[in-house]
């Protein structure tokens, strides 16, 4: 048990310093297939001894039992908000009251500056004891604020113990509260707003909304699935380490390994921290994340106390806000485009703009619905927002300047490419056509087949999509693999070597894993994520296939509607025959042959539970799933990944995993998830 113990807190150890590596620096040491062999083990050693599981253990970072509330939290010291500055002379009139109220015997000139980046995120504070993250909590109302923990433990940045990096030469604090932002990049917001698309979920509005709300769920495996981030800025007390200046807080900080904002910055006068200001402002349409403004504050933490609170924000510091992203211009058409579902999306063409450094010509509508609850008419003067680099929107028509002929927007009845009439379901705001023959869906099918999240298929992409359908080589997703090279040849600007490529780039795409494949079939609400979700689980695509929506419900993360997209799916005889095409072209049908998972074996870390007669004595079945990875237990749990059904199943068994939803799978299928 020593042995396992010591192990099990090495693993860890070594596993926070490569997420702290990864996520932190920026600058792993080791490839992803390492850390995810040394994650696997974690989680193999603390499923073998449940008792060893601490809440600190990074496998814990995935979410833990949902909450039915959150508990209060009373800041020891107050979560103060800030005043804002609008202008300079805003600036320089904070810079005077200061002066006035300085101590005897210290001039302007002696105060120092720190600028921050303003982050649009939330609020929270991290309580450390003895290096361990003990306590997170939102701000609230400044005084009381929710205990959020287990949602904080989920944000990949946010170290469990300090210091992080085992090098390190500062020791951690017996207690210290580190203060900063919760966000979401815009890279990843992009991410996840692509992914929603993906899978026809509702996009989100904006980095900050997404992040308040995944940090408020009272289910923090929800939350674990959110690329939120955090950014230290404030040390809100400790005990047993010294620190006299705001600088040196930042910098005590990043030392413990907390993430710290790149872009902060000491000045040694007001002057300095506005030129700064006005320099990195320039550059906001390039920054990784959304900042709504910068914050001065006064570097030397015995002239912020003697400066005092008033009301609820300090007076040695200030938020210089940037002005709002927003400008006007000319809605000059509604336009749609057909989705590979189908669904009909309108956008907007737009009088160019600039905004924030970035050119605007067209932007999303989202749905028709908001277009009439907008009522945006063409012809329209409308007010764009931009925030950061997220896709600009639409926010509402200038009234007074619409012209007296406009007309309310008519949404279209017949598909824009194939005129096929369109489907307007019940319960949703999404149109589609319904034509499986529309030649829009199809190039749109094909384009995400052989996108980066799915096939990853290199010189592919939308033109050659539309111009092999165009011209009639492809009708299906799977005739990317019978592509005939002598009729690529024939087409203009195909020559030996660009053919070549493509063939090549085909060919590769046939190593891609199971789970790609399952994203490529472009299956409305399975994305890349929920491809995973169901490989990992089934392992195989024809248990995919065969499963029925309650086996599929039963999934952590798959709900009734992807349950029935999947099983509508696999039951039309059309998509039958695309999926014997892609097997034929020798495309990875089960999860293990992948490369991600190559070396380990196929049933690692899965349980089985085996109940009735199998066409093998029970030692030799056992014998298998154990040679093949795996572990057999003699009861139903939770922890139960699937129950092996044999002839005249025994009752208790059967009835608790229907129960607790695990799985259910024959002897036939088990050899197909071993895979020899
Ligand atoms: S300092 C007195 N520093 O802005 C100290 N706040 O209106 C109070 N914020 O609730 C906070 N970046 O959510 C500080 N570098 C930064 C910040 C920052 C973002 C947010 C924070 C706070 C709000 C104040």
């Known amino acids: 048990m020593d042995d396992v113990q010591a192990r099990i807190e090495q693993l860890r150890k070594e596993i926070n310093y490569h997420l702290y590596r990864y996520h932190t620096l920026d600058d792993p040491v080791i490839s992803d297939y390492e850390y995810d062999r040394l994650f696997a083990e974690l989680k193999r050693l603390e499923a073998e001894h449940p008792d060893l599981i601490t809440p600190d253990s990074p496998t814990r970072r995935v979410g833990a039992e949902p909450l039915s509330d959150f508990e209060k939290v009373t800041h020891p010291v107050p979560m103060t908000s800030l005043a804002n500055a609008f202008d300079d002379d805003d600036m320089r009139d904070w810079l005077k009251r200061i002066e006035k109220l300085l101590p005897e015997g210290t001039t302007i000139a002696e105060v120092e500056f720190v600028v921050e980046p303003k982050i649009d995120g939330l609020a929270v504070a991290l309580t450390y004891e003895n290096g361990v993250f003990v306590q997170g909590a939102t701000r609230g109302n400044g005084i009381v604020g929710e205990n959020v923990t287990a949602n904080l433990r989920t944000v990949r940045n946010i170290p469990l113990r300090i210091p992080v990096d085992p090098h390190a030469e500062i020791s951690a604090p017996a207690r210290i509260e580190v203060r900063g932002e919760v966000y979401i990049s815009i890279k990843d917001f992009e991410e996840l707003n692509r992914r929603q698309a993906e899978s026809g979920g509702k996009l989100y509005a904006n980095p900050r909304n997404t992040a308040a709300g995944s940090l408020r769920q009272l289910d923090s495996s929800i939350t674990a699935r959110r690329p939120l981030a955090f950014f230290g800025y404030q040390i809100g007390y400790v005990a047993g380490l010294e620190i006299r200046t705001q600088w040196e807080a930042l910098q005590t900080m990043r030392a413990l390994g907390f993430p710290v904002n790149p872009d902060v910055h000491r000045a040694r006068t007001l002057d300095e921290a506005l030129t700064f200001i006005h320099q990195w402002m320039e550059r906001r349409a390039e920054l990784p994340y959304e900042a709504d403004g ?345 922890k139960t990944n699937y129950l092996l059904v044999g002839e005249n199943p025994g009752g208790s068994k059967f009835t608790k995993a229907e129960k607790l939803g695990t799985p259910r799978i024959g002897w036939d299928e088990l050899e197909k998830l071993i895979g020899d």
């Open 294 to 638: 910068a914050v001065v504050k006064v570097n030397d933490f015995d002239l912020q106390q003697h400066l005092g609170i008033v009301g609820n924000a300090p007076r040695w510091a200030i938020a210089w806000k940037f002005p709002a992203q927003e400008v006007t211009t000319k809605l000059l058409a509604i336009k749609t485009k057909v989705g590979r579902t189908g669904q009909i999306t309108p956008y907007a063409e737009l009088e160019p703009v600039n905004i924030g450094g970035v050119t605007v010509r067209n932007t999303s509508l989202h749905n028709f619905e908001d277009i009439a609850r907008k009522d945006l008419r063409e012809g329209d003067t409308v007010v764009v927002k931009r925030a950061g680099d997220v896709i600009p929107q639409v926010v509402k028509p200038i009234l007074d300047l619409r012209p007296p002929d406009s007309r309310p927007y008519q949404p279209p009845t017949h598909c824009p490419v194939c005129g096929a009439p369109l489907f307007f379901p019940a319960d949703e705001v999404a149109v589609f056509c319904v034509n499986t023959a529309c030649p829009a869906q199809l190039v749109r099918r094909v384009e995400y087949f052989v996108s980066r999240t799915a096939m990853d298929i290199e010189g592919f992409g939308i033109k050659n999509a539309e111009l092999f359908v165009r011209e009639g080589f492809i009708h299906d997703i799977a005739d990317v693999y019978y592509l005939d090279r002598e009729k690529l040849l024939a087409l203009e600007g195909f020559k030996e070597k660009k053919v070549d490529n493509l063939f090549e780039g085909i060919e590769a795409s046939k190593r891609q894993p199971m789970h790609r494949v399952l994203t490529a079939l472009g299956i409305r609400f399975v994305g890349a994520e929920v491809a995973k979700l169901l490989a990992d689980r089934f392992g195989a695509l024809d248990a995919i296939a065969a499963a029925d929506a309650e086996t599929l419900e039963a999934i952590d993360g798959v709900g009734p509607r992807i349950a029935a997209s999947v099983t509508d799916w696999f039951s039309r005889p059309e998509h039958r025959r695309i999926l014997e095409k892609l097997r034929a072209a020798g495309l990875q049908f089960s999860a293990e042959k992948t490369a991600e998972s190559a070396g380990e074996k196929p049933l690692a870390g899965l349980t089985f539970v085996i109940t009735g007669t199998l066409p093998v004595p029970r030692s030799e079945a056992k014998k298998r799933i154990e040679g093949a990875g795996g572990k057999v237990t003699g009861s139903v749990t939770g």
